[in-house]
């Protein structure tokens, strides 16, 4: 038994070393992603649940990978973080969905088409820094601050253990005139009145809370919900939930008045070109 177990120590050591090499090889690559222009952003839309119209959208981030075909956020973001390059990767978001989102202004979609971009601790830790690329990215696309929302996770807001430097940033991003969005709500521990007091905007529902809405089952994450939007609004925040997946999630939220939602009953996220021809199919308001 204990020869065996050396050898799943041998197999696991070799898993754990091929892992970390993996990584280090992402983080490398990584580096020069951003010059080789291997971004890529996607678009999903946030529908307004009464008029039933897009009234957003949030940029989502890809790599074009030369060796690996287009990843997903959640293979790189994490090694962007840890290895700091989240910040020129960051920078490089706000810049190119900034310049989009003003693209499909002049395009004259209806009503003013908000952008919402996602930010990482590793971002706000920086504060100086992050309001020059955030003022840099408004003047050069002419984007109205006022249709930026910057997305910012709790723990974004505690991990540091600097909750002080964070508020600070966040009044300086205030100050920017841009709207602050409280994402992944409900998975770690800020309260209502302490967003409230933070001055964001909105809150995103965290999609484990959406996922039983409308099943027999839904129990306890209902009333959650439930209560959520019910706070949220009489607070002045406006509630998004997030991964709608069903019609049936959206006739219970549209029925506990949730103001907005994204997921892929809407739509999935989207290349620049298909997101704008659903733009233009987008039903002017009755
Ligand atoms: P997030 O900010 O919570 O973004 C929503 C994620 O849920 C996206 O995954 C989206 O594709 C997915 N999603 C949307 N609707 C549904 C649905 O109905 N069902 C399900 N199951 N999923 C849905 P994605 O694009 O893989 O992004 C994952 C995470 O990576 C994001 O979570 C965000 O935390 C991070 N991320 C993405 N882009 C950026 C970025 O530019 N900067 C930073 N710092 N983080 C980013
Ligand atoms: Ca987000
Ligand atoms: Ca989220
Ligand atoms: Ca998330």
């Not at 990767?89 to 989102?101: C, T």
């Not at 099943?215 to 939007?229: K, N, P, Q, Y």
Request: with cysteine; aromatic share 4%.
């Amino acid at each position: 038994a204990k020869r065996r177990g050396g050898m799943r120590h041998e197999i696991f050591d070799a898993q754990m070393r091929e892992r970390l090499v993996d990584r280090l090889r992402i983080e490398n690559e990584l580096r020069t992603a951003v010059e080789r222009d291997e971004l890529r952003l996607e678009y999903q839309p946030i529908v307004g649940l009464r008029a039933a119209r897009i009234v957003g959208v949030e940029a989502l981030v890809r790599w074009q990978h030369p060796r690996l075909g287009l990843i997903g956020p959640d293979r790189f973001v994490d090694i962007a973080e840890e290895s700091g390059l989240i910040r020129t990767v960051g920078a490089w978001v706000l810049r190119h969905a900034a310049a989009q989102a003003a693209a499909w202004r002049g395009d004259g979609h209806g009503p003013p088409l908000e952008l919402a971009v996602n930010l990482s601790a590793r971002q706000l830790s920086r504060p100086d820094a992050l309001v020059e690329t955030v003022t840099d990215a408004l003047r050069d696309s002419g984007l109205p601050p006022g249709l930026l929302a910057l997305e910012i996770t709790e723990s974004a807001l505690v991990d540091d253990g600097d909750e002080e430097a964070a508020e600070a940033a966040l009044a300086r991003l205030r100050a920017l005139g841009v709207r602050l969005v409280l994402d992944d709500f409900g998975t770690g521990y800020a309260s209502l009145a302490q967003l409230k007091r933070l001055r964001f905007d909105a809150i995103k529902v965290d999609r484990s809370f959406v996922a039983s809405l409308g099943r027999a089952d839904e129990g306890e994450d209902a009333l959650l919900v439930a209560a959520i939007i019910h706070m949220a609004t009489a607070l002045g925040l406006t509630v998004v939930a997030e991964g709608v997946e069903s019609p049936r999630q959206l006739r219970r939220l549209s029925a506990l008045r949730c103001a907005q939602g994204q997921g892929y009953h809407f739509a999935r996220p989207l290349e620049p070109g298909m997101l704008r021809e659903l733009l233009a199919a987008d039903p002017p308001a009755a």
